[in-house]
């Protein structure tokens, strides 16, 4: 049986593919579909698992919360066989869950989607913003790592982070940072705004449409970089 790259995440890692909206023209993806020439680029975890001759089994979510990316992880490892490959790219821990009362049931909150959804007022929203933002969340996010490591040990599959979080892994300091499951340590705040850095105007989907499309999720080139450097940092840690 083939080894596989498994991939959790938000829509970073998410494939272009999964958010066609047949019955919407006008959306950001059916644009960006358009300009393309009718076909979506390869997104860095497509490039990746083509490069290291791997079965890609990608359960990245667009909008997850760190809890989801958790949750999504905790459903599907009892697939992962030994010899697979795990990447989970954490998002910013300012999206967290709430309680809907109506429904009593969970929801996901984000300052960058403006939910209106959950029985808060605008003033505790933006509290508990602030308060998502501050750099002490992350220490929550390294235990959940200790259990997705343990997880690992047992099945025998490896598993390596990166974060798009400004705090989570980029934020701490070299010694930290050494750790070889993680991956992209170079960058010293949220990965992509840091690539975007590095390589200005070059690579989102704003970028690939001259800004006809204003969305600044990677496009081409920015998944290319993104696929190249993951690869070097596993190549370097001897796992290809």
Not at 158 to 163: A, Q, T
Request: negative net charge; proline residues 3%.
């Amino acid at each position: 049986m083939a080894k596989r790259l498994w991939v959790f995440g938000c829509s970073f890692s998410k494939p272009f593919n999964e958010y066609m909206l047949v019955n919407n023209e006008d959306s950001t993806y059916n644009k960006y579909k358009k300009f393309m020439g009718g076909t979506f680029p390869p997104t860095w975890s497509e490039l990746l698992a083509k490069k290291m001759g791997y079965e890609l089994m990608n359960c990245a979510y667009g909008g997850s919360s760190n809890y989801r990316i958790i949750n999504k992880f905790n459903t599907n490892c009892h697939k992962i066989e030994e010899g697979d490959i795990v990447i989970v790219q954490w998002t910013r821990n300012e999206r967290f869950y709430a309680l809907e009362h109506k429904e009593d049931e969970l929801v996901e909150i984000s300052l960058l989607e403006q939910c209106k959804k959950p029985d808060f007022t605008g003033d505790s929203l933006k509290e508990m913003f602030v308060h998502r933002g501050r750099p002490g969340w992350r220490l929550e996010i390294y235990d959940y790592m200790k259990m997705m490591d343990n997880m690992a040990r047992l099945g025998k599959f490896k598993v390596f982070y990166w974060s798009a979080d400004n705090h989570i892994i980029n934020g701490e300091n070299q010694l930290f940072k050494s750790d070889p499951r993680f991956l992209l340590t170079f960058a010293e705040y949220d990965v992509i705004n840091y690539l975007c850095c590095m390589y200005p105007n070059q690579l989102t989907i704003k970028d690939d449409t001259n800004g006809e499309v204003g969305d600044v999720h990677f496009g081409v080139k920015g998944h290319q970089v993104l696929c190249d450097f993951i690869y070097q940092d596993l190549d370097r840690k001897n796992v290809i």
